[in-house]
């Protein structure tokens, strides 16, 4: 339940900040194509999936859900720009093909160093969405490699994030690569109600999208790609104020300084990015 003798591996623009005090177990999964940049993104989603209880001063606010679990961190990008809101940061990501699939092959192929050495990956949680040609049907690039490479190694699950749309993420083709794909669990978000978790979040993208393939053409509307959903409101987590990765250039301080402190959190932050990292 813990997420005990299991290898976990968060895959998106940027790295966790392992100098965070419940995240000094994170290990980086080598991309030769990039420079590895720490990001407050990165940092929130990694802690929501396996953040650890500082044994120096134990609190149940650093606890992830799968605390026990080996966890590494990939980044894609060799650079990028955010904005950001209650419910979301929002990425202009800078792709090519080497720096977005190495740590996935890395991942999935044997290619993680760590305590268990050589290990493949029990599951890759990746929270970004890439709004590119073929996103909404899972035909682009990105979306059919990272199939591909979850057909061939059946073992390693790969979840997603459906994105958010504000005010409304209410579709059709609302969800983009690689959420769009196939061999993935897609996850929505389930916002606060009077009588539970009941009810998807007002912002969590859903469909339905198109289907397209090279034999049948394009059927509109005929795919509904969320998978799951998951609570995933008002958290609160690991915070990075430092200088590298998508931090706005607004945020104040550094790692090292007030505002990047190892034992600071956000409050009150929402978005399908924590949905996709409860589930895995």
């Not at 134990?58 to 606890?63: D, I, V, Y």
């Not at 590494?72 to 080497?98: C, D, E, V």
Request: hydrophobic share 30%.
């Amino acid at each position: 339940l813990t997420g005990t003798n299991t290898v976990i591996a968060n895959i998106e623009a940027g790295h966790s900040w392992d100098g965070h005090e419940t995240l000094t177990h994170a290990q980086q999964i080598n991309n030769p194509y990039i420079n590895d940049q720490v990001d407050r993104h990165s940092t929130w989603v990694a802690m929501v999936m396996a953040g650890r209880t500082n044994p120096n001063s134990p609190g149940e606010h650093q606890r992830g859900l799968a605390p026990d679990a080996e966890l590494h961190t990939g980044a894609i990008s060799p650079g990028w720009s955010t904005s950001s809101s209650r419910y979301s940061t929002s990425f202009t990501l800078n792709f090519y093909g080497q720096s977005t699939y190495s740590p996935y092959r890395a991942a999935v192929l044997n290619g993680i160093t760590g305590p268990t050495n050589n290990r493949t990956a029990d599951v890759i949680n990746s929270s970004y969405n890439a709004n590119i040609s073929g996103a909404q049907t899972g035909t682009d690039r990105i979306s059919g490699t990272l199939d591909a490479l979850a057909n061939s190694n059946p073992r390693t699950l790969l979840t997603t994030s459906v994105g958010n749309t504000i005010p409304s993420g209410t579709g059709p083709n609302k969800v983009n690569s690689p959420a769009a794909g196939y061999n993935n669990i897609s996850v929505g978000s389930l916002g606060i109600a009077t009588n539970g978790f009941v009810n998807s979040s007002t912002f969590s993208n859903g469909g339905p999208n198109d289907y397209q393939d090279p034999v049948n053409g394009t059927v509109s509307q005929a795919r509904q790609v969320v998978d799951i959903a998951a609570p995933v409101q008002q958290l609160s987590t690991a915070y990075y104020g430092g200088g590298t990765g998508g931090n706005s250039p607004t945020l104040s301080g550094s790692a090292n300084g007030p505002a990047g402190s190892s034992d600071y959190y956000t409050r009150s932050v929402s978005g399908t990015s924590f949905a996709a990292p409860g589930v895995a």
